[in-house]
């Protein structure tokens, strides 16, 4: 299925969701799932073989397969043991949770794929737009995030461990903060 046309569908979802009363909803800020978990929340992908359905059972079709453990997506909606999950395209479905992970992970300013081999999200020693650079990556790599401060955000590639802002990595809210 052309990218597009999941672009345009998700579009036509969210306007009709809108003129439904969504926006206030959304306006509200995080819910609360039937799990008793914040909605929406970030969450990675446990196994490397990972399903998405049309729907919240087995019996819907799956309409893509995801083969990469870890990679962060974002819970937006629960119904019994059934997730409905966007990935970073902003391609949603449903997932059983036991296919997902509290475990935080994010991906190197995904947006910016394609832009150039001199496109580089900067790793620093400390949390300051002036400390020494320890890594470059590049957009799309795949990090473990051990904890954002609500500007920037801990983490380790490789072994590497150090600090991104949290503007340039899809898997934490702006202003989110944890440990």
Known sequence: ?????????FSVIVTALLFAGGSEAMA?????????????R???????????RIGPSTDYAT???????GLPVEIIQEYDNWRRIRD??????????????G?????????????GDTVFVNVRQDAQTNASVVAKLQPGVL?????????WCRIDVAGTKGWVTQ??????YPGEAFK
């Open 63 to 69: 309409s893509w397969m995801y083969t990469r453990a």
């Open 103 to 115: 475990e935080r992970t994010a991906l190197a300013a995904p947006w910016m794929k394609g832009k």
């Open 88 to 101: 970073s395209d902003g391609t949603e479905g449903w997932v059983n949770q036991t296919l997902l992970s």
């Open 42 to 52: 970030f969450v990675s992908l446990k196994s490397a073989r990972v399903n998405l």
């Open 167 to 172: 503007t340039e990595i899809w898997g934490a």
């Open 1 to 9: 299925m052309p990218k597009g046309f999941k672009r345009s569908c």
């Open 143 to 151: 990090i473990k995030v051990l904890e954002c401060n609500g500007t």
């Open 28 to 40: 509200q800020g995080p819910t609360k799932g039937a799990s008793g978990l914040p909605l929406p």
